[in-house]
C-alpha cells in the first residue's frame, strides 16, 4: 500500500518510534525512512553518532535511541523530510514534535494549527511552541508543536487555519 | 480522438495519421518521417521519436530496441543560412 | 579555427565536475553552455539532494551549481565558459560547430570531447494534448524556479518519478494547488520519502491511472483521468475528471546525445537507461577515443551520479591528454567506487542492469 499512495502504515510507523518510556525522558528522533536509497546525511550529521548506516550508504538507517540525545540536527538535514523529534517529557498529556517545514508564511509561536496525518488528514488539534529558522538550517525551517498524546502515531504535519 | 492526439508538435502530425501510415505498410520511422515531415522541425525528432517507434513496435510486433531511428545529421537547431555562409566565406580567404 | 585540448559541451553536474576535475590534473578546457546560465538542470532544483557527502548530499541542487561555479574560477584561465553558445554539429577530426547568441557560427576543434548534453523530457499521447496549460513537469519547474512565473493555479501532475513528485512539491511551496499525482505504474517510482512529503499535504497519489484526454476550448480547463490494468489498458467506467488549467507531464527523460551519433559513435537502445545511449568503456570513453561521455546524455540517472561520472570522464580525459595527475589511480578508483555505491541498492539494479549492457 505504502508503495502505492505514499502513506505508510500504521504498522510500519510504529517500528520506527522508539519505546514510550524513552519518549517520556526526553527528546529523539524518529527516522521515517522505509527505503533502501543512495543517501547518508542523517549519519553524517548526527553529532552523537546515534544514526547509523553503514558502509552501504543504500543501507536504511538505524536510530540508537541511547545515544540520541534529541537535538534535532538531522531534522533539515534529512533531504527526504523523512525525520522528526518527539518529546514526551514535558507533560503527561502532550506530546512535543518538531517537524520540518518548508511552506511560506511561517505559522508563529502560540498560534492554534489544524494537525494532519500522513495522508493530510485533519485529526487533531496542535499548538506551536516555536518555530526555528536559523541559516544552519539552510531554508528548512523547523517547527515545535503541541499534540494531544493520543496522536503520537497519527500526527505528521499541520495546516494553518485560514 | 486520434485525430486530436498530436505526436509531432513540430509539424502538428496526428495519431490519427501515424497510424493510417502504418496500417498502409509504412513501418519505419524514415518512411514516415519523409511522408509527413516528422523529425525535420525544430526538435529534430525529439519529442515524436519515442512516440512514433512504440507505435510501429505495438503494430509490428517488434521491440523499440530492434527499430531504427533516423540518421541523426547537424545541424541540432536551427541556424540562419547567412551565418552559415559568412563563416565559409571566412575560410576562403 | 579556433582549437582547444578539451571541450566540454554543457555545463550541468556531469561538465561542471568534469571540467573542475579535468583542470585540476592539467588540462585546459572550454566548455559550452547554451543557456545564459551555468548548472543546467541545477539551477532550477531547490531542493536537498540525496547521496553522500561527495555528491553535496543535503544541499540544494541550486546551490550546488555556484559551489561547482566558483570551483571553475579556481583554475582560472584553464578554464573557459562560453555561454549561449550551442553546440550544433560534430563532425570527423572531432570539429565542433557552434551557435554563439544566435548570431555567430563558428567551428572548433577540439583534441578531445566531453558530451555531457543531458537529457529532454518525454511526451505523451493522449487527445487533446496540445492545448495551452500543458507542460513538461521540467518545464513547469523553469517556469517557476528560474523565472519566477506561475504557471498556473490548479495542476495534475501525470507521473510519479522522482520529477514528478518534486516539481508537485515545488508547486505547492509556490502556493499552487496540486490536485492529484497519477502514474500509469502500479507502484509509485520516485524515492518514497519524496512522495510522503507529498501524502501528508494532503495530495492523492494515483497509481494504476493514466490521463485519458485533455478538456479546453481555447486553453486547458479539465482533465479526465482513468484507472489502467497491468497491461496499462484503461478500464472503461472509471473516468474521473479534473478541473485543471495546468497538466504536467512527467513521464520520464530521454538521454540527448546527438551530437554522439553524428559524430558516429557507437549507439544502442537501452530500456534501463531510457533510450538510445552511447556504449562506453568504465572510464565513460566511447568507441572513439579521446570522446567520452557524462551524466544522462549517458544514460538516465540522479544528478549525484551525474556529478560522479562528471569528474571519472574529466580526469581520464585529461589523463588521455598528457595530463595523468600523480594520484590518478587513486582518484580513478574513489570515483569508480561512488558510482558503485550509488548504483548499489535497489533503486540501482535497472541502472546497473542498463550499463551491463552498455560497456565496451
Redesign the interface.
Known sequence: MFEKTGVATREMVITKFPPIERINKGPVAVVECYQKIPCNPCQTACPCGAIRIGEDINEIPQRDESLCTGCGICVAKCPGLSIMIVDGSKSEKTVEFRIPYEFMPLPVAGERVVGLDRAGKPVCEATVKRVMNPPSFDRTPVITLEVDRAYLYDFRNFRREA | ??E????C?CSDVT?KEIRELISQGYVTYDEIKRLTRIGMGPC?G??????VLREIAAATGQS??DLS?HN??????G??LH??A??AEK?ED | MREVELLIIGSGPAGLCAAISAASSGASVLILERSFKPGGQLIKQTHMFFGSESQYASYRGVDIADILIEKLGEYGERIELMLNATAVGFYEDNVVTVLKDEKEYFKIKARSVICATGAFEKSLAFPNNDLPGIYGAGAVQTLMNVYGIRPGNRVLMVGAGNIGVIVSYQLMQAGIEVAAVLDAAPRIGAYLVHASKLARMGVPILTSHTVKEAIGKDCLEAAIVCEVDERFDPIPGTEKRFDVDVLCISVGLSPLNELLAMRGVEMKYVPQLSGSVPMRSESCETCIPGIFVAGDASGIEEASSAMAEGYLAGLCAAAKLGHASEDFEQRRSEYLKQLEDLRSGPVGERIRAGMKISQL
Do not use: S
Request: some cysteine.
Open positions: 480522438m486520434d486530436n492526439t498530436i505526436i508538435r495519431l529534430q525529439k519529442t515524436c521519436g519515442q512516440l523499440i530496441a531511428f541523426i545529421r547537424p545541424p541540432v537547431v541556424v540562419k551565418l552559415i559568412e563563416e575560410h
